[in-house]
């Protein structure tokens, strides 16, 4: 198993890969792991009992799921969803696995400051591989949290186009990321070995910690939400539906889409023996649309709802394969890469055609646009960006019109991942109806290179060159720089650059002494007051050292 890898982010249009060092191996990892098996609620309770079920996989997994969060315990790892990380480490900051579980160590086993779903995964897969269980960090694309159960999403925009607070705990992640771990399921029926879903980011409990898996993946992909554990709620992640709303006059008043494919998109992990990224999103579930996908998501349903429920109109409303028809087809383009510090471009793409009350006839539309920060969890701020738009469209005509977002109206109004939806609410003046356009914006942070100057060996001076442009319009202030690679470095390298102006260049030149043979792989983190997350990585293999 590599002691590196990647951690998938950002959305399904525009996914980034994340390196992590893992870092498995190093001296004291072992120590911790267990040091963890003993603070679990489960040890502390009966450590006979506990010791006595170490050998069983689906154990200790659940236990360590529990231990990495420290919602019930004194886990690992704190999590923090908010935008004030001043009493610790934003979650966009780490680098690996390492210095979190030695943090935890040393500082008397009180939960480590801040973690949110990305680093909750990776670290359990440290621990997990360390126990000698093969595990893979898994994200998952427009990712439900169902809390009912009721494999719908609710979404509510106004007629402003405005997307408007979720009241409930029912959302879409933009993305999330858990484990797999691969496995023989004595507890379930045969057929169920293999790939097994764990999730330590603390979303909801089960059998009272909060903890989630494992639940087999073919479970999942066949519907199966009968068996244990937690199988429905990672069913519902990655198959719930979606129903956008629009809301007027104090309720919900007209659907404006019913999405049965919206949700599970580009589930991905790292390509075995590769820095590629695997798309396993088949392994999950069935190609959307097809009758297999529909008929296990209808048979899901059943097992999820109560009897009474099922019996309703929900299901009517779940098993529907149409919508209604519009007069007119909408789409939002980029015209450019979206880049951190520049005006966005965009396309408003408009094709009239046919439907039951303007079967040729020409229509007017007013399209009204608005732009929000889009926060991890599917929430977003106030408008930052209004726009309206008047178009007349006669039958087969296609119009495009462009959006000028600027970046004055986005600069201080982001988080930290630097993410923009853009919604429009387009009305026909003569029906009243509505209809929904959608793009999520991810900006572009400016790119690290790194290069090494010769072969790479094991207590030899090894050269490293790193070069940082400053594309934005604005200068990149408190510039901090840190580097860590298991077999590179002993820890971590931290490194103080100040500012970096606009349009400049910075490079830095460093020795590194390796440490270990192998394949390694050397993280870099670059974060400021305006970006938290420039990284950049570089595979290196590390030769013995040659006779003098």
């Not at 959305?11 to 060092?21: C, D, G, L, S, V």
């Not at 609620?41 to 010791?51: A, G, I, V």
């Not at 960006?385 to 982001?414: A, C, S």
């Not at 390796?514 to 997350?533: W, Y």
């Amino acid at each position: 198993m590599m002691d590196y890898g990647f951690v998938y982010k950002g959305h399904e249009r525009f996914i980034t890969a994340w390196p992590w060092n893992y870092g498995q191996f190093e001296e004291d990892i072992i120590d911790i792991c267990f040091e963890i098996l003993d603070k679990s609620l489960y040890f502390l309770e009966n450590p006979s009992k506990d010791y006595s079920q170490r050998n069983d996989p689906v154990y200790v997994c659940r236990v360590v799921s529990a231990m990495i969060n420290s919602n019930d315990d004194s886990g690992v790892l704190q999590g923090n969803w908010g935008e004030d990380y001043s009493r610790g480490v934003s979650p966009l900051e780490w680098n690996g696995s390492v210095a979190i579980l030695r943090q935890w160590s040393a500082r008397g086993k009180q939960p480590v400051k801040f973690g949110q779903c990305w680093v909750f995964a990776a670290v359990m897969c440290t621990v997990m591989r360390c126990l000698g269980v093969p595990t893979r960090v898994v994200s998952n694309f427009r990712s439900a949290h169902n809390m009912d159960g009721n494999l719908t999403i609710d979404t509510y925009f106004d007629q402003n186009a405005e997307m408007l607070p979720i009241q409930k705990r029912d959302k879409i992640w933009n993305f999330h990321v858990w484990n797999e771990c691969w496995m023989i399921r004595k507890d379930l029926p045969p057929g169920y070995n293999g790939w097994q879903v764990l999730d330590p980011t603390p979303q909801q409990t089960s059998n009272g910690l909060f903890c989630c898996g494992p639940a087999s993946v073919k479970a999942v992909r066949e519907g199966e939400v009968h068996l244990p554990y937690d199988t429905p709620f990672v069913y519902a992640e990655v198959n719930a539906d979606e129903v956008i709303w629009l809301f007027r006059n104090g309720q919900a008043q007209e659907i404006l889409v019913h999405n049965t494919s919206s949700i599970g998109k580009e589930i991905s992990t790292k390509m075995v023996g590769s820095d590629q990224r695997q798309n396993i999103t088949g392994s999950y579930k069935y190609p959307e649309g097809s009758p297999e996908e529909r008929s296990v998501f209808m048979k899901a349903s059943r097992k999820m709802l109560s009897p009474r429920r099922a019996s309703s109109p929900f299901l009517d409303l779940l098993g529907s394969r149409g919508s209604q028809d519009q007069p007119a087809q909408l789409q939002l383009h980029l015209a450019k890469t979206p880049e951190w510090g520049h005006d966005l471009m965009l396309k408003l793409h408009a094709r009239r055609v046919p439907d039951r009350v303007h079967p040729r006839g020409p229509i007017r539309l007013v399209v009204r646009f608005s732009a929000q920060a889009l926060l991890h969890q599917g929430d977003t701020r106030e408008p930052l960006w209004r726009q309206t738009v008047h178009l007349d469209l006669d039958f087969g005509e296609e119009i495009q019109w462009p959006l000028l977002l600027p970046y004055e109206n986005y600069r201080n109004k982001l988080t930290d991942e630097k993410l923009i939806r853009v919604s429009g609410i387009a009305k026909v003046e003569d029906t009243g109806r509505s209809m929904l356009v959608l793009k999520d914006i991810s900006l572009e942070p400016p790119h690290l290179s790194i290069e090494v100057s010769k072969r790479a060996e094991v207590g030899k001076a090894l050269r490293v060159h790193i070069t940082l442009t400053n594309t934005l319009t604005v200068a990149l202030s408190n510039c901090m720089m840190v580097l860590e690679g298991s077999g590179l470095i002993d820890g971590q390298i931290y490194n103080n650059i100040g500012t970096l102006v606009a349009g400049h260049t910075i490079q830095i030149q460093l020795d590194l002494y390796p440490i270990k043979t192998g394949p390694r792989q050397l993280q870099v983190l670059i974060s400021s007051n305006e970006i938290k997350e420039i990284k950049g990585y570089k595979d290196i293999f590390v030769a013995a050292s040659r006779a003098s």
